[in-house]
């Protein structure tokens, strides 16, 4: 009998728990050591790199990678060779001679310095990276100041005094004596501080005059870096950057020579690389170096404000947090001539995360390929002529492009043109003066003259901004003719519908009951109230009969008009934006409601026509209209006139004299909107009086109450009967049943309001963003690809098929308006055209421009998986824009198309899958 085994016994410590204990030990060790240099030491570090011979020396981290939907890189990093400058005692006594032999080797191998000091020469100016004149101003005293040009001024004119002492009067004061420094006198003061003239502030020779010696780019060159290195010592002495991106070669030739180059040295950092170029540049935005207005927030943040660069628009503006990642460095000792000699604490910077978007590249790259190709086609068309008269298409410059998929909200194509390259943004070299300026300060009278203006044309199209205080040279563009690359037309254009909007009014002339989807009308070209309103559609022609569907396929005007008319005489004004709000067209005022589609980047958001909106409009617009008629003291085009009166605030008004004007303003405000005019007479009377008693400009003058009843007879004119008036005319709901008037949108807001009639009637929150995983891309952070509903419309089904047959009569009927666009398109596709004014035909005519081309549309019609929405401005008609949707269309649907259809792709759509 086998006898039973006895259990081994346990052996507490054995080599496994003998290496486990000892690998225990070290790691406390190491964490104990962690915390003494990143917390307990923290100070004390703090301080050592702030010595001269101890030197930080940043480790920026990789920004996260940004990925389209099928995970192709748009926005990486790349490592780059900087050659950087660190002061020390040595470097600093040598610097004027070892410069030149640094700049030397840079040109004779091709490479550029790093140049962004707004101050430049040839001529004197600056050049600030901001197309807002206010911004400009406070950006060129904040340069002044931080290289201490006001301490002077400070001194002079209150002496014992300190910038930080003086109160808000006397600031102002300094300021205005700072931006009273011409650029060339700001420049020559700095040649002086930074020893570049031989002598001190007081005029004392203490040294060689550099400005002698050298050309005025040479000596530029130096005070670039040398301003570098003040604005880099108020974070601590650290290198400055003198080149970025080099060549390989050129670093290994510095590389070489650095015992004979004093505080030179070769660093290798990450840059933001967008490999892409200008693909989806709206989209994902550019970084750039914090600017001056931002400082003080990113400070906070614990950004060093003069190297690290942020994101500052787009995707990269919008989840900097998430892509920024965390810095690293050490703080090393350096020898007399900026070597590192020891090594004393080091972190390693972690990369940001990983974003991967909803943006399907091939979308996005035949939106905007359409997009250049279809505007470019059109400026050559040159100005042609129709019944409704001639449309100038030579400015068919700007556009935008939206695919969303319509189950879930997701953005495949954002496109806007033009757009821009994100590289030269984040090139460390700087922008040039000609990015600077086709970016930031376009050139008004270049772009009049190249289109053969004369100077009083210029002067008619682009007037010197007076609201600017002083200004005399910077001009603006008031008939909105030049494009902005960095604008993105596809988040922030408001423009008309047209008659993509027509859709809508059958909705809701369908759901409310004022019409079925057999109503018809007789179009004759024209629409008669009834009541006295009458307007022609000389360019549309005569439909004759059309019912809901045939007048949605041939875009007629009489039958919306109509339908418009009929919401009004049984709900009131506001029962088509009360479906319109359903449909993210708007938001109601005052509902608390976010006017937003949901996208993470900033957007604007258009308003469909309601009362309350059009009330507050019409009192912001004949306010100023009356505040004009009483400055000239006459009613525009009629003879009602009056002793002048001003309603505009002027520096020199005492407080009583502004108190009194705003209560006179408030209240033309409240009689425009609700026409109470007669029973605030004697309040009107009571204000015009004091006024007059406390503004000094009519001392003297007897004004007695026949005149102050001629000034309230003109406020009733312009206010009462033009103003009021206009807030309860016919002829607004009129228009905006066609999409004109008061309607505005952006082209994502269009397209979402198209994704959601034919999904079924649900809104879905738009989005760009899938998904956010760990640097190394393994982990899921945050998972958008849910779709999220904002708002279940509660429309019927019948409703929906009877505004999708007429969408797909304008594709596939004869008479439809983008047949001819689709004629042997093998995938079913519906859709709406818009054609959109400008402004009056006589304006668009005079100034160059024309009516806004607007194309709607999905596809398939059976089964719809994506919306699109395309706008062209100075497009004339809504079928110049269909083009672009077509294009979409193919890009998307490219395998079916290639291997069912057999069809014959674009390039515009090969050609970016084959790269």
């Not at 809901?548 to 418009?564: C, E, K, Q």
């Not at 900033?602 to 004009?628: C, D, H, I, R």
């Not at 006139?641 to 002027?650: A, G, K, M, N």
């Amino acid at each position: 009998m086998k006898g039973k085994k006895s259990k081994p016994s346990k052996k507490l410590f054995n080599r496994y728990t003998a290496l486990g204990v000892i690998l225990m030990l070290l790691i406390s060790g190491l964490a104990s050591k962690l915390i003494v240099l990143q917390v307990v030491n923290a100070q004390q570090y703090e301080e050592t790199a702030n010595n001269k011979s101890h030197k930080l020396i940043s480790e920026p981290a990789s920004r996260g990678v940004i990925v389209d939907k099928n995970g192709t890189e748009l926005a990486t990093n790349v490592p780059s060779y900087m050659l950087v400058f660190t002061e020390t005692e040595d470097s600093d006594k040598s610097f004027f001679e070892t410069m030149p032999q640094v700049f030397k080797i840079l040109d004779d191998n091709g490479e550029s310095q790093v140049d962004d000091f707004e101050l430049k020469i040839n001529p004197f100016r600056f050049e600030f990276k901001s197309d807002d004149p206010a911004v400009r101003k406070n950006w060129e005293l904040r340069f002044k100041k931080d290289r201490g040009l006001d301490e002077e001024i400070v001194r002079k004119l209150y002496k014992g005094k300190t910038a930080s002492e003086l109160t808000d009067a006397q600031k102002k004061v300094v300021d205005d004596e700072l931006l009273k420094l011409t650029p060339e006198e700001t420049y020559n003061r700095l040649l002086t501080q930074y020893g570049l003239t031989g002598k001190d502030s007081s005029g004392k020779v203490v040294g060689e005059d550099l400005t002698k010696k050298y050309s005025p780019e040479e000596v530029r060159r130096l005070l670039v870096i040398k301003d570098a290195v003040k604005m880099e010592s108020f974070s601590g002495y650290k290198p400055v950057t003198i080149a970025a991106n080099i060549k390989q070669s050129t670093a290994f030739i510095f590389l070489q020579k650095l015992s004979s180059l004093p505080g030179i040295d070769v660093q290798v950092q990450p840059i933001r690389n967008y490999p892409l170029g200008t693909l989806a540049s709206n989209v994902l935005g550019y970084i750039s170096k914090i600017n001056p207005s931002q400082q003080e927030k990113y400070e906070e943040k614990g950004y060093d404000v003069s190297t690290d660069y942020v994101g500052t628009s787009g995707i990269e503006a919008a989840f900097e947090d998430r892509l920024k990642g965390a810095k690293g460095g050490k703080i090393v000792e350096v020898n007399k001539s900026g070597r590192t000699i020891n090594e004393l604490a080091q972190k390693l910077p972690a990369q940001g995360q990983k974003i991967q978007l909803t943006i399907d590249k091939d979308v996005q790259y035949a939106a905007e390929q359409a997009l250049d190709r279809t505007m470019a086609s059109l400026r050559a068309q040159g100005i042609t002529h129709d019944d409704g008269g001639s449309n100038n298409m030579t400015n068919a410059t700007r556009g935008a492009a939206v695919c969303i998929d319509v189950k879930t909200g997701a953005v495949l194509a954002l496109a806007s043109r033009p757009g821009f390259n994100p590289n030269d943004f984040a090139d460390p070299r700087g922008l040039t003066s000609d990015e600077i300026t086709k970016y930031f300060n376009p050139d008004y009278e270049a772009f009049g003259k190249s289109k053969g203006y004369d100077q009083q044309r210029i002067n008619e199209l682009f007037p010197v901004d007076t609201s600017i205080q002083g200004n005399t040279t910077i001009r603006k563009d008031k008939y909105d003719l030049i494009a902005k690359p960095l604008y993105n037309y596809a988040t922030f254009s408001l423009t008309p519908p047209g008659s993509t909007f027509k859709p809508l009014t059958a909705i809701a002339g369908l759901e409310s009951g004022v019409v079925t989807k057999d109503t018809t009308v007789d179009d004759e070209g024209f629409f008669n109230d009834g009541k006295g309103f009458k307007t022609e559609f000389k360019s549309d022609g005569v439909h004759g009969v059309v019912n809901l569907v045939s007048a949605i396929g041939v875009s007629s005007n009489p039958y919306f008009m109509r339908v418009g008319q009929l919401l009004r005489s049984q709900y009131g004004d506001d029962k088509l934006a009360d479906y319109a709000w359903k449909f993210g067209l708007g938001v109601k005022p005052n509902s608390g409601v976010k006017p937003s589609t949901g996208i993470e980047i900033p957007e604007n958001f258009g308003q469909v026509f309601n009362s309350w909106s059009a009330k507050n409009m019409y009192a912001t617009q004949y306010l100023y209209a009356t505040m004009e008629a009483l400055k000239n003291g006459k009613e525009p085009n009629k003879g009602a006139s009056c002793t002048p009166i001003d309603l505009y605030e002027h520096d020199s008004d005492s407080s009583d004299v502004k108190s009194l004007k705003s209560q006179i303003k408030d209240m033309v405000r409240s009689s425009i909107k609700d026409g109470n005019f007669d029973k605030d007479k004697a309040q009107y009377k009571t204000l015009i009086t004091n006024l007059i008693k406390a503004d000094p400009q009519y001392s003297g003058k007897n004004i007695g109450d026949t005149q102050i009843n001629n000034i309230l007879q003109l406020i009733y004119n312009v206010a009462i009967s033009t103003g009021h008036y206009q807030t309860n005319m016919g002829t607004n709901i009129y228009n905006a049943s066609i999409g004109q008037g008061m309607d505005q949108f952006t082209p994502l807001q269009l397209a979402n309001y198209i994704a959601t009639i034919v999904n079924g009637g649900n809104r879905y929150k738009v989005h760009l963003v899938d998904k956010i995983y760990d640097a190394d891309g393994k982990n899921v952070l945050v998972d958008n690809s849910k779709p999220e509903i904002v708002e279940q419309t509660g429309i019927s089904q019948a409703t929906i098929e009877a505004v999708k047959e007429g969408m797909h009569e304008v594709v596939n009927s004869q008479d439809g308006t983008a047949n001819k666009v689709f004629q042997g398109f093998p995938i079913d596709t519906a859709g709406k055209t818009g054609t959109a004014t400008y402004s009056s035909k006589e304006i668009q005519d005079s100034v160059g421009r024309s009516s806004f081309g607007v194309y709607v549309g999905f596809a398939p019609y059976d089964n719809p998986q994506i919306a699109v929405a395309v706008v062209i401005f100075d497009a004339a008609y809504g079928a110049n824009a269909a083009p672009v949707a077509k294009a979409m269309y193919e890009a998307y649907f490219q395998d079916e198309l290639k291997t069912k259809y057999n069809y014959q792709l674009p390039d515009y759509v090969t050609a970016q899958t084959e790269n």
